[in-house]
């Protein structure tokens, strides 16, 4: 979302001099896919505007995880509890707790089941 606000914010002021409706079309048309054929701008807010959304839907299913929910989904997928993952890394139940629900929470699965399939369908973990 943060780089869709930026790339509208930069072809906003890059056609600050273009009436405002003229803007909304041109963003407008990039996401119904109509290409506006007036103005090279036109086509230049088009083609980045496209690419952002392309990128957006690409990158939709993408889950960011850090170096320990890594660990501890592995520790998951093994078998492992809450209490041997706390033991196994060095650190309290609750933490380990808080990095299952967390991963729980990225993956959208109810389950342990679940999660580790999500997790090895998106990549993020090989078995």
Same mark, same amino acid.
């Not at 209490?83 to 706390?86: G, L, N, S, V």
């Given at each position: 979302m943060h780089r869709l606000k930026t790339t509208i914010r930069v072809l906003q002021? /890059?056609?600050k001099d273009r009436p405002p409706r003229a803007i909304d079309m041109t963003m407008l048309n990039a996401f119904g896919g109509q290409r506006p054929d007036s103005l090279p701008v036109?086509?230049?807010?088009? @083609? /980045? *505007?496209? @690419?952002t959304v392309r990128t957006r839907r690409r990158h939709r299913h993408t889950v960011e995880i850090t170096d320990r929910? $890594? #660990?501890v989904l592995t520790l998951i997928a093994l078998g492992f509890s809450s =209490? #041997?993952?706390?033991e196994q890394l060095g650190i309290s139940f609750k933490t380990a707790t808080t990095h299952r629900e967390h *991963?729980?929470? =990225? *993956?959208? $699965?109810?389950s342990v089941v679940l999660l580790v399939h999500e997790a090895v369908r998106r990549? *993020?973990?090989?078995?």
């Open positions: 002021d /890059v056609l036109d086509r230049l807010a088009c @083609d /980045v *505007l496209e @690419d929910e $890594a #660990e =209490k #041997e993952i706390a *991963l729980m929470q =990225k *993956l959208n $699965a109810h990549g *993020l973990l090989r078995l």
